[in-house]
């Protein structure tokens, strides 16, 4: 298999296109007609003292990195003028610019039907010592595929522009009497060195690809040899026809099975918006041509795909053999033009020596069908890549990454470097198998076509092949239950009319992904499949047994803050099952807010504690609340006399604000009526009356009540002093261990005494001391209870 994989790659890398990654062009500078504002017109060849008062005019460039935009000579030391301040003569520009441009493209290896179209970038000056470190540019529009710079005649020394792609070096030193232009694709990396003597001045374009015409795209215009397009052919039949043992997890022990697909990693880097067929680049081109042309004979499909690479690598820093310096470095390409490091180039990725591969990871992240229009947008989608379904003509490592990061020895291993890198990729698959191959990519896409097939009364094929899901879906689907993706799911479900198959695809998902939105289509599968298929579709959704991360707390607690809206649409939906519906969705919710509840109510830290009690006042009135909407005032009663009940007595600041909440709700005009909730209120009007009747703490009643936990000898002698109401202050020599466990015992429970040690001594003492917090922080309690207390009698709540 591996053989066959290299092979497919030795093929495709034999294959190329008549352009380079490249181009360089010259030209008269006649028709080049500028003006400058602050100068007046540039005359050409520009001489010094042009050059000198350009300088005057103009700011120092600035290059990105990610969002921000940077000024840091020791990266790039150049002069801009402002565009604003530049006019051409575009009408006479163009009688040369035109040519050079159709020129160029051909030079290139663009396809005969496409152009070159130039949008000016900057007019930059470089002076003596000036330059700009290596760098990539950043693709600034969608159908951009590349850079043109445009030396005007001068004469100066140095300066250099040198391009790189794959180890190949152009160097362009300029012209003193002519125009020098320079093309290359946008996923070069290039330098303008340092510049020893007089000015070089450049104007700089972006590249926009545009004008093929219906069905002129690179892939057309590339004859593939048919010799290579039969050699292709075997290799790819003997690929899709050799089992092979999974790597997966989820099919360990299964039989070995033949591949689904292959992925071929081309050359040339794209970015999101600009992966299309008609501007592939160079030889990526030619070869997609050429695979394309072999899965035909095949029998397979074919797609464009954007490869998001990550490779870790054991690696030597510069001067390795001397002392180790221990410091990590980050470098990352910008995303407007230019490069960006921590440091300057002696921080430079590519000065690091590479050794051994350890591990890598390739994840497809968006794919463009050749079937679809010329500019449809690549369709996003997330698709592990193994390593026996991938091969390339070029390593990754041979590339240039968009980010590097080093890290030194960390004791266990040696020095990493990980490296990331975007290629694009051709992926390809039998036809028969085109639609698990897709699915397990966009799940999204997967129910879309079966609902199609369903409305289209093909609902034998629709179950088999939403079959042919089930291997593996339940390791995708849960990528997308955010995304609106539950209720196409709930949709097909309900049309495939097979209760087994039905709950089979809808299992990935999380309760927390219904919405008002998914009420009709799950109380239609309910009145099709029953109450008890959906109560044990419930508990799968309720299970712990999801792939994706887990949901946060706080998104579940507001999930049912929100519940109410959910279980009035289910009412709406059909006013005999929708209720059903919603009354085993609030028995199966409250069963798991009673974990939460339960985590509350033992949480040792008093803050801790209040914070996560005040967290289930949402949750727990909208809970109440959609009690009536599903005509559950049993459910309602029960669970309000669960919150009563002496274990709950923590709860009663939440329970406050939920009866608050009830009363104000019930108090707006236009909104339905509350849940009585007479029996909580009385509930906390009792508790808050039995609490301030207890006596407030005297000023010399300095006792202070120990939480349980811990019992040793140690928090016995501790709870001794707490609990005397007269002493205040301890002197308690302690070897520094128990030190420590009385620090822990006194900050975990947040206690009102001041601990410290005096350093005098063997063993060292500690001093407690309680402090005036202890009456303050009760006389703030007994403040907020009389005021919830009169809270709710002005509500009426009594």
């Given amino acids: 298999m591996v053989d066959n994989l290299e092979r497919i790659g030795e093929i495709l890398g034999a294959v190329g296109s008549p352009g380079c990654f490249t181009a360089r062009r010259t030209a008269t500078a006649e028709d080049l007609q500028m003006e400058v504002q602050g100068l007046g017109r540039l005359c050409l060849p520009v001489s010094r003292a042009q050059a000198e008062r350009l300088c005057r005019l103009a700011r120092p460039a600035r290059y990105g990195r990610g969002e921000k935009t940077l000024l840091d000579r020791r990266v790039r030391d150049t002069w801009e ?157 003997d690929h899709f026809a050799t089992p092979r043992p999974s790597r997966r997890y989820r099919d360990e022990g299964q039989p070995a099975q033949p591949p689904n697909r292959l992925v071929y990693l081309l050359d040339h880097e794209y970015t999101a918006h600009g992966l299309a067929w008609q501007r592939l680049k160079g030889n990526d081109g030619a070869r997609a041509a050429a695979l394309r042309a072999a899965a035909e004979l095949c029998g397979c499909e074919l797609m464009l795909a954007l490869a998001e690479i990550h490779e870790t690598w054991d690696c030597r820093e510069p001067g390795w053999d001397e002392p180790w310096s221990g410091r990590n470095r980050h470098w990352e390409r910008d995303e407007d033009d230019e490069w960006s490091e921590d440091d300057a180039a002696t921080d430079d990725p590519d000065a690091y020596e590479l050794g051994d591969f350890i591990e890598g990871e390739i994840t497809l992240a968006r794919w463009v069908d050749p079937a679809g229009p010329a500019e449809e947008e690549a369709l996003p989608i997330v698709s592990r890549v193994s390593g026996d379904e991938v091969c390339c003509s070029t390593p990754s490592s041979d590339l240039a990454p968009y980010a590097s990061e080093y890290e030194g020895n960390m004791g266990n291993y040696g020095n990493t470097m990980d490296r990331w890198y975007r290629r694009a990729a051709l992926v390809l698959w039998p036809r028969e198998r085109a639609f698990a191959v897709r699915s397990e990519a966009s799940p999204a896409w997967a129910l879309r076509a079966l609902e199609q097939r369903i409305l289209a009364g093909g609902v034998p094929e629709a179950r088999e092949l939403a079959a042919s899901l089930l291997p593996f879906w339940g390791g995708v689907a849960y990528r997308e239950d955010g995304r609106g993706l539950l209720g196409s799911a709930l949709r097909v479900a309900d049309g495939l009319a097979t209760p087994e198959l039905a709950a089979s695809l809808l299992q990935p998902f999380r309760v927390e992904a219904l919405t008002p939105g998914e009420a009709p289509p799950l109380v239609a599968l309910t009145r099709r499949y029953g109450e008890s298929w959906w109560g044990q579709l419930l508990s799968a959704w309720s299970g712990d047994r999801h792939r994706g991360p887990r949901l946060d707390e706080r998104e579940r607690l507001s999930w049912l803050a929100a519940l109410p809206r959910l279980c009035k649409a289910l009412r709406a939906a059909d006013e005999a099952v929708g209720p059903a519906v919603a009354r085993l969705l609030l028995r199966d919710r409250w069963e798991k807010l009673q974990v939460v509840i339960g985590e509350a109510r033992r949480q040792a830290q008093p803050s801790l504690r209040d914070k996560a009690v005040a967290a289930l006042s949402a949750p727990l009135h909208g809970l109440l609340g959609s009690a009536g909407a599903a005509l559950a005032d049993d459910f309602r009663d029960e669970v309000v006399a669960a919150l009563c009940t002496a274990e709950n007595e923590p709860l009663l600041p939440c329970l406050v604000q939920v009866v608050r909440a009830a009363a104000k709700e019930k108090a707006q005009p236009g909104r339905s009526a509350a849940p009585a909730l007479a029996a909580l209120a009385q509930h906390c009007i009792g508790r808050l009356e039995a609490r301030l009747a207890r006596p407030a703490r005297s000023a010399g009643d300095w006792s202070i009540a120990l939480p349980d936990g811990c019992r040793c000898e140690l928090c016995s002698r501790l709870g001794a002093f707490l609990a005397d109401p007269v002493r205040q202050r301890l002197e308690w020599p302690l070897a520094e261990q128990s030190r420590r466990h009385i620090h822990q015992r006194i900050d975990a429970s947040e206690l009102p005494v001041r601990h410290e040690t005096r350093h005098s001594g063997r063993p060292y003492t500690l001093i407690l001391s309680k402090t005036e917090e202890l009456f303050e922080r009760e006389a703030r309690e007994r403040r907020s209870w009389q005021s919830d207390l009169a809270r709710l009698r002005r509500l009426g709540a009594g």
């Fill in 81 to 237: 003028i402002p565009r604003s301040r530049v006019k051409i003569d575009r009408r006479r520009w163009n009688r040369t610019l035109l040519p050079v441009l159709e020129e160029l493209r051909a030079d290139l290896g663009l396809a005969d039907g496409c152009r070159l179209e130039a949008k000016l970038h900057s007019f930059l000056v470089y002076g003596p010592g000036q330059f700009f470190l290596p760098h990539q540019d950043s693709e600034k529009a969608d159908a951009m595929v590349g850079t043109l710079v445009v030396t005007l005649p001068a004469s100066f020394k140095g300066g250099a522009l040198v391009v790189e792609h794959q180890g190949q070096k152009v160097v362009d030193r300029g012209s003193r009497r002519q125009l020098s232009f320079v093309a290359f694709y946008a996923d070069c990396r290039h330098e303008v060195q340092p510049v020893k003597e007089g000015y070089r001045l450049a104007l700089t374009y972006n590249l926009i690809l545009g004008g093929a015409r219906p069905g002129k795209t690179a892939l057309a215009a590339a004859a593939a040899e048919p010799a290579t397009v039969d050699a292709l052919a075997r290799c790819l039949r």
